[in-house]
């Protein structure tokens, strides 16, 4: 493993990118950059990290990374940046985005506490007020990853994810085509591809559009 300096509080990598977030919101990301995945126009690929600017001033408070794609979060806004043609840079279309694009809050979301980042897809814990969030996905959705009861294609509006009754969600975690998140209650919901049984919601080849609780 190659060290780099500087004193690192997170990590995330995609397909052929990574990038790294320092303790006091410094984002840096390097690899290639072909879609824009590092966040800084210019060369196709970057071998030493480059410093990734949101806004003026902005610093970095969470990370994540698709395959070639990624997302920070800083405050309570939420940017994205990279290949769009899924549609998980929630830019409205489905172009790519070489700089940082700042992501639009749905109605009633008054800001973003947590973004993950699947192959294709994105999703984002979003505060409705001070005690109620909310989670979005959006992107990819052929195999159920976003969670919204049906199969659809690739989208670039957030999508509220379907809530189970009583949960209030807490960690989310994503991964190729499945996503996951976890409840108050301490228990574990996943949707998505299932083909390996990486859903954990029965056998294999069982895809699931909306969460199920995992046993």
């Given at each position: 493993p190659a060290q780099l300096a500087g004193n690192f509080v997170t990590a995330a990598a995609g397909e052929d990118h990574s990038c790294a977030l320092q303790n006091g919101g410094v984002l840096t990301c390097w690899g290639s950059n072909a879609d824009g995945q590092v966040g800084v126009p210019g060369a196709v690929q970057y071998n030493v990290a480059q410093s990734v600017s949101l806004?003026?001033?902005?610093?970095?408070?969470?990370?994540?990374?698709?395959?070639?794609?990624?997302?920070?979060?800083?405050?309570?806004?939420?940017?994205?940046?990279?290949?769009?043609?899924?549609?998980?840079?929630a830019n409205g279309t489905f172009s790519n985005e070489t700089t940082p694009y700042q992501v639009?809050?749905?109605a009633?979301?008054?800001?973003?506490?947590?973004?993950?980042?699947?192959?294709?897809?994105?999703c984002a814990l979003a505060s409705i007020?001070?005690?109620?969030?909310r989670l979005y996905c959006w992107g990819a959705g052929t195999q159920g990853q976003l969670g919204i009861g049906v199969a659809i294609a690739p989208t670039s509006i957030?999508?509220?994810?379907?809530?189970?009754?009583?949960?209030?969600?807490?960690?989310?975690?994503?991964?190729?085509?499945?996503?996951?998140?976890?409840?108050?209650?301490?228990?574990?919901?996943?949707?998505?591809?299932?083909?390996?049984?990486?859903?954990?919601?029965?056998?294999?080849?069982?895809?699931?559009?909306?969460?199920v609780v995992v046993p």
């Open positions: 806004v003026a001033g902005a610093d970095a408070d969470d990370l994540a990374a698709g395959d070639n794609h990624t997302c920070a979060i800083s405050g309570t806004e939420l940017y994205c940046w990279g290949r769009g043609s899924s549609g998980a840079l639009p809050r749905p009633n979301v008054v800001g973003w506490r947590s973004v993950v980042a699947g192959s294709m897809h994105t007020d001070d005690s109620t969030t957030p999508q509220p994810v379907n809530h189970p009754t009583g949960a209030e969600w807490g960690a989310i975690a994503a991964g190729g085509n499945t996503t996951c998140a976890t409840d108050k209650s301490s228990s574990s919901w996943c949707w998505g591809r299932n083909v390996e049984g990486q859903a954990g919601v029965g056998g294999a080849w069982r895809t699931s559009f909306v969460p």
